[in-house]
């Protein structure tokens, strides 16, 4: 799941930034600007901003994307809100970890002109880098033919698929291949009699660990992401509608913006599920969810139209400047959509997902809210009376 904590985080202290904005009476983006990281500013942790940090950027951008247009009302009890959230996330391995990624790249003569194969252990989990390897190729080496070959461990570790740093970390070690490559067909005269293949390690910089007092250079890198979030509020019913999500992120460089908007609109889609509808229940260990149909996921009818925007501020020691995407939309589209909320229904909402029963203020104590008994039945699933799900789900639970 994209976030790898820092989405409950994010939660946290964007609730934390609204209720003081509240607080004090100061426009909840203003007090955001007033307070913004830049290079050069140090962490809790100790470490100092070295890399790009264009979080100024980042708000105003997101704050200019025009909202939508009201709509005719259908009926006294809709509300509409709007609500702002600010994250941001680390790029790739940390902690003193010597985070590498390894790739193999082969020109040789082909029957239409140079072609290049390119061999690596990163896996693409849809996030689109078998493309921005392509791309990579395309551009260092100069050949229109590219293999992508499977991934495989006949080649040195890539690491893990996660952490943002695939197009980081494997991009740049297709990168230093080519490069290789390229050096070696210079000193050849441009001969291809013969395939040149060169491997390369790619390595991010140096990192440290914690010391005693919890201070060090931890990260790599960091990549700071903005969303606004518009929704309506049925307050008779408890239902709501994500009118519209406007996100701006902080990129570095973008290599393959179609694929970007596409890791934006995706993490959006996962943030609003944790927002509204993805709960797993436990109670003493045990899943209370009686099955999968009670764990609902967001469908593309619960997905609304998402303007994504790029600030584009290259990172120093990253291969052509990039950062990773794909993590930081679900980061804060939770807190975005659930700022929007309180601002429709004024309630505080201070857990996710926010269920219908929360919005009209009728959730009962956590300690009371699945009262099934435990199966004593090997495979045999308990009913719950009550799921956290909205009136109209319960009802419909009690009748299955």
Do not use: W
């Not at 989405?7 to 607080?23: G, H, I, N, R, T």
């Not at 099955?291 to 994504?308: G, K, Q």
Request: hydrophobic content about 40%; charged content about 20%; glycine content about 10%.
């Amino acid at each position: 799941m994209r976030g790898f904590g820092a989405p409950q985080v994010c939660f946290a202290y964007e609730s934390a930034m609204d209720a003081l904005a509240a607080k004090l009476e100061i426009d909840p983006i203003e007090l955001r600007l007033r307070n913004v990281v830049r290079t050069g500013s140090v962490l809790a942790t100790g470490q100092v901003l070295t890399g790009s940090a264009p979080v100024r950027e980042v708000i105003e951008r997101c704050v200019a994307v025009p909202l939508p247009e009201p709509e005719p009302a259908h009926g006294d009890a809709i509300r509409r809100g709007v609500g702002f959230a600010l994250g941001f996330k680390n790029i790739a391995y940390s902690e003193g970890f010597d985070d590498a990624a390894e790739a193999i790249v082969t020109l040789r003569a082909g029957a239409d002109g140079p072609e290049a194969e390119v061999r690596t252990a990163a896996v693409d989990n849809g996030q689109g880098l078998t493309t921005v390897i392509a791309q990579i190729v395309r551009t260092e080496l100069g050949v229109e033919h590219v293999v992508v070959s499977p991934a495989t461990t006949d080649v040195g570790s890539a690491g893990s698929t996660s952490a943002s740093r695939q197009t980081t970390m494997t991009g740049g070690a297709v990168q230093g291949a080519c490069r290789a490559v390229r050096d070696e067909l210079r000193a050849r005269g441009g001969d291809l009699s013969e395939p040149i293949t060169r491997t390369h390690e790619h390595h991010h910089r140096r990192t440290t660990g914690f010391d005693e007092q919890g201070q060090g250079d931890i990260h790599a890198s960091f990549s700071f992401a903005a969303e606004r979030a518009v929704v309506e509020v049925d307050e008779e019913l408890g239902l709501v509608r994500v009118v519209q999500v406007a996100s701006a992120q902080d990129s570095g460089h973008v290599v393959n913006p179609q694929g970007a908007e596409g890791q934006i609109e995706g993490g959006t889609a996962m943030g609003l599920g944790l927002a509204l509808m993805e709960e797993l229940r436990l109670e003493e260990g045990i899943v209370r969810n009686a099955s999968f149909t009670d764990y609902l996921i967001p469908t593309i009818l619960d997905v609304p139209p998402v303007v994504s925007e790029f600030v584009e501020e290259p990172e120093p020691d990253a291969p052509y400047g990039v950062k990773g995407i794909g993590e930081l939309p679900t980061i804060v589209a939770t807190p975005a959509i659930v700022a929007a909320l309180r601002a429709a229904t004024g309630r505080e909402l201070n857990r996710v997902p926010v269920a219908p029963d929360d919005l009209l203020g009728i959730r009962p104590p956590a300690a009371t809210a699945c009262r099934a008994p435990i199966p004593d039945v090997p495979g045999q699933q308990a009913i719950p009376e009550y799921l956290g799900l909205g009136l109209g789900q319960q009802e419909l639970m009690k009748a299955r």
